[in-house]
């Protein structure tokens, strides 16, 4: 059996983060929902 690796919170956000500056379509994904955000606070 393999050992569980357990990671810190932070490890696990760098991961996280690495993963989705790889991923073209969820960075796009994630752009819309902040500009629909942005653009509803500004109403």
């Given at each position: 059996m393999r050992k569980?690796?357990?990671f810190t919170f932070?490890?696990?956000?760098n991961e996280n983060?690495?993963?989705l500056?790889?991923?073209?379509?969820e960075?796009?994904?994630i752009e819309?929902?902040?500009e629909e955000r942005i653009l509803k606070k500004a109403e």
């Amino acid at each position: 059996m393999r050992k569980i690796r357990k990671f810190t919170f932070e490890q696990l956000v760098n991961e996280n983060k690495r993963q989705l500056l790889n991923d073209e379509k969820e960075m796009e994904k994630i752009e819309k929902k902040l500009e629909e955000r942005i653009l509803k606070k500004a109403e």
